[in-house]
């Protein structure tokens, strides 16, 4: 997840006297991308098949019941865990190409992508960032359980939607205010504690709430 210098913006080739910006992310963001979107699908696929197995009582491929509170089965029938009227998981399989597309595309396009695509991404991230921390929320306060395929969900998105901004608003995506693009300094040198803050966020309030860690032993 470390962040490296991107190229500055610049004008398109193919079309001199208009001024269209450029943007690309350094190697290893593009990279970080595709990783958490990968995983992400990965597990919001894993998730589909317990969904699956919940509503037809077969065997899931990889269980995900740890305890009576770290389970999917309380979370995945719930009315938050069917926002659209379908299994979550659904949305999670389709929406996590985008982090590998775009990572895979800034890695295709050395001269970098106009700032309408990074912005409808940046758009995207932040409204995954947004659900997650919901539906950790509803799982913590209103279902009294932790579904583990959920969490791992959550633990790939926060510190995407944090690279995604702080990358954004550095690389000038938002316009070139220098507030703007000092947040984005600012929150890519804080990463780490971001992220880290973030998760313990959920962590601290299900522990207090649930006893996470007695319901193991």
């Not at 699908?41 to 037809?56: D, K």
């Not at 899931?60 to 089965?73: A, D, E, H, R």
């Not at 190409?97 to 995207?124: E, K, M």
Request: proline letters at 7%.
């Amino acid at each position: 997840m470390s962040a490296e210098p991107e190229p500055a913006p610049g004008a398109a080739p193919s079309d001199p006297s208009a001024e269209v910006r450029l943007h690309r992310p350094g190697r290893g963001l593009a990279a970080w991308w595709i990783v958490a979107g990968a995983v992400g699908g990965t597990v919001a696929f894993l998730l589909y098949l317990e969904y699956v197995g919940q509503l037809t009582g077969s065997t899931p491929l990889i269980s995900c019941s740890i305890s009576p509170i770290v389970t999917c089965g309380p979370n995945l029938l719930t009315p938050g865990g069917n926002l659209l009227g379908f299994s979550n998981s659904i949305l999670g399989i389709m929406l996590f190409f985008g982090p590998v597309y775009a990572g895979a595309a800034a890695l295709a396009a050395p001269a970098g992508l106009r700032t309408w695509f990074w912005r409808v991404y940046a758009v995207f991230v932040a409204g995954a960032f947004v659900f997650v921390h919901v539906l950790a929320y509803r799982s913590v306060f209103e279902y009294g359980s932790l579904c583990p395929w959920c969490m791992v969900v959550w633990l790939v998105t926060i510190p995407l939607f944090w690279t995604v901004a702080g990358w954004t608003l550095r690389a000038g995506v938002w316009g070139d205010a220098d507030g703007a693009r000092r947040w984005g300094a600012g929150i890519l040198s804080w990463l780490p504690l971001l992220v880290v803050l973030d998760y313990l966020l959920i962590g601290v309030a299900a522990q207090l709430r649930l006893d996470v860690i007695g319901s193991l032993f």
